[in-house]
């Protein structure tokens, strides 16, 4: 069974093949549109490389939260390539993952209003910034990835700066696209807004914000 959306599961036969790892090459993405699973690759794979994916709702789990959660979930102890390291790259790895969590939780809101930009606008966007190194450093390419860059552009687009609204939409999408494929309705969607940024809905409901 292979968590989905929210805390929906599903059970697809030729999916079920390709096993696990923390760091997986590849993403699996359900479909609500086409009602399909697709799996798209994250990185070039050499010829005879394994294609893996992550067990885990979230790739950013501590070392032992990851074994715990795939013992209990799964019936297995993971010995992939990133667990196998010794113990002191845990310890630092899990450092970097608790920050990357953080970073990842506050920044999390779908949807900001002009109010709460107004608050901490520069703050957001420094730690948009430091999520995004923090991810390519640790080589996460997750969801919070695309999420990131839809935060920076969700802030730009309120306090009316058009240029960067769209990169940072642009951005979003062409992550969103990489793990989820162009079809899929929140890439759809992140593409209508590097299109056309000044049709959200909140488009400059803010302009003074980054002019303190």
Known sequence: MLPLTGDSCGLFLEASRINHACRPNAQQSWNDDSGFLTVHVLRDICVGSEITISYTSGVAMAYIERQRHLREGFYFVCACELCSLPKEAHIRGDDQLRRIITF??????????????GD??????????QLIGLLADEGIYDISFSRAYF???????IVGDKTRAKVSAERAYAARKMLSGEDHPMAITLRRMAERPVEHLLYEANVKVLQR
Do not use: P, W, Y
């Open 104 to 117: 990842d939780k506050n920044l999390h809101g779908d949807n900001l209003d002009a109010q709460q930009v």
């Open 120 to 129: 901490c606008a520069v703050e957001m966007l420094r730690q948009a910034r």
């Open 151 to 157: 935060t920076s552009f969700q802030i730009f687009a």
